[in-house]
């Protein structure tokens, strides 16, 4: 029974790690540098695992023993979605109080929380290597086989819970289904009692898993394929307002007012580009649609401009048509893709190309790079324009002058807006144009439009090309926002992920 347990063992291990990354989103976010705290923490275990089941073999080398081991490590899977909110709900405090808090606190967490199960399940490797050693001759035959078998389990282990459980069952009931798993594996070494073990084990599924961050005014909350989505709703009646929060739940993506399409925040900025073409917009792209608060504002600013909406996660569409009124621009077309493999398989061209496609706090590399830029001007009209909206922290531009510096190497005009304090737009012209004209043209902006646009007027600098542009090779987002996060953080400030000034 040696096989089986090594197989059922390694999708128990890599379904952990799977699970790990969806438990600590809605905290600390899916960053690079979250992931990289629970990649390395998962291998440092299973490394860990690996020697201690060694010796542990080599001095008990008893079939029991492993089954107890591996008993352990069910019940400690099986333990965590009830141990995590808790403590996580604690330990968020330090993104609070210090943003670059997310890095130590997804270290501790994926520390306290999945490194102990994971250690013991690295031991059943080098363990059922030793039992079933019987003939030094065959020693690598029996090696090559339990390691095969561990790694086929690892790779089930790895796709069943990112495409089917997680999205269909959700992230507790799939973390309880693998402690049945392993347990029953455990149970094969161990006497039939031991299944009852199992048994208990499976009927933790039948539990509500309830809201993963229960706070005030959650409406709705869901776990898609791709992120943590929650809809806060404060106020009633015509003062109600609607929040989406993706992940970490700190940053906002989409701002939905009953009757009003003005948000103060940096979807507003979007709103100011149409009269920079000098002639009436016809089409715009947006890229990481998200609830689509930029497209219901053009719908009612712009009804005449036909709008295309980017969006990964179709959960969040579908959420956005429920919640933030998706449906109110009749002129709007939702595609479900990734921003850059939809414009490299598109033949459309655009007037206005909008790019809003973060995931917190990063902006994804491939999106910041000569290579895209050079693909959005491809996409656009004659006389068109592409707009990024910005990161920043006070006092430190470098992702803005990064951005704005490689898009001038294939735009022949840049603009930078320092709109908000922590958001600046990025806006390249595909046709150079005076500065004086451009003025003209947004003084030409729908009445509603104009207190925007006349503080783009009055702020709008321009740029120049980097020497050193960012490329699809070498793109130092990550650095240069860990750098700037840390920073600030160091001089005792705290970063908000989004701030909401007074709307025009």
């Not at 591996?70 to 400690?76: D, E, F, I, S, Y």
């Not at 000569?370 to 491809?378: I, N």
């Not at 030409?444 to 699809?472: E, F, H, I, K, Y």
Request: hydrophobic letters at 50%; aromatic letters at 8%.
């Amino acid at each position: 029974m040696l096989l089986p347990l090594v197989f059922l063992a390694g999708i128990g291990s890599m379904a952990t790690e799977i699970c790990a990354s969806r438990l600590l989103a809605p905290f600390y976010g899916s960053s690079t540098v979250v992931w990289a705290n629970i990649i390395g923490l998962i291998l440092a275990a299973l490394s860990l695992g690996y020697w201690l089941g060694g010796r542990l073999a080599d001095a008990h080398p008893s079939s029991r023993l492993l089954g107890y081991l591996v008993l352990a490590a069910a019940a400690l899977i099986a333990a965590v979605p009830f141990v995590a909110r808790p403590f996580l709900d604690v330990s968020i405090g330090g993104i609070e109080s210090l943003s670059a808090g997310a890095v130590v606190g997804s270290f501790l967490a994926a520390l306290l929380l999945f490194a102990p199960p994971v250690i013991l399940l690295g031991m059943v490797t080098p363990f059922a290597i030793r039992l079933a050693t019987t003939d030094v001759d065959a020693a690598g035959v029996t090696a090559g086989r339990i390691f095969a078998l561990s790694t086929a389990g690892s790779i089930l282990g790895t796709f069943i819970p990112a495409l089917l459980t997680i999205p269909l069952i959700g992230t507790q009931r799939t973390l309880l289904g693998a402690a049945t798993i392993v347990a029953l594996a455990a149970a094969t070494l161990l006497r039939r009692r031991w299944l009852l073990a199992a048994l208990a084990l499976a009927l933790l599924l039948a539990l509500p898993p309830g809201l993963v961050k229960p706070g005030l005014g959650v409406i709705y909350e869901r776990e898609s394929r791709y992120q943590f989505i929650e809809v806060v709703q404060q106020g009633s009646g015509a003062s109600v307002v609607r929040y989406l929060y993706l992940n970490e739940g700190y940053a906002v993506h989409s701002v939905w007012r009953p009757d009003a399409v003005f948000t103060g925040g940096e979807w507003d900025m979007f709103l100011t580009l149409p009269p920079l073409l000098g002639r009436p917009a016809g089409s715009a792209l947006m890229l990481g649609n998200a609830g689509g608060t930029t497209a219901r504002a053009f719908g009612v600013l712009y009804p005449q401009v036909a709008f295309d909406g980017v969006e990964l996660d179709p959960q969040v569409t579908a959420t956005a048509r429920r919640f933030f009124g998706l449906n109110d621009n009749p002129r709007l077309t939702v595609y479900t893709a990734d921003a850059r493999p939809f414009l490299q398989a598109t033949n459309k061209r655009y007037d206005l190309i909008m790019v809003d496609a973060y995931r917190q706090p990063y902006v994804p590399f491939y999106l910041a790079t000569r290579e895209f830029f050079a693909l959005c001007r491809r996409h656009l009209t004659p006389g068109g324009v592409v707009a990024l909206n910005v990161s920043r922290v006070p006092g430190d531009n470098r992702l803005v002058d990064g951005i704005a510096g490689t898009l001038a190497g294939e735009f022949p005009q840049v603009l930078v807006w320092p709109a908000l304090r922590f958001n600046e737009l990025v806006i390249g012209l595909t046709t150079a144009t005076p500065l004086q004209r451009l003025r003209r043209r947004l003084g030409a902006a729908p009445p509603l439009v104009r207190p925007l646009t006349r503080l783009l007027a009055a702020q709008m600098q321009p740029r120049r090309p980097s020497a050193d542009p960012w490329t699809d090779d070498r793109a130092p987002v990550e650095w240069i926002t860990d750098a700037m996060i840390v920073d600030y953080a160091a001089r005792g400030r705290q970063i908000p992920e989004h701030s909401l000034p007074t709307a025009p």
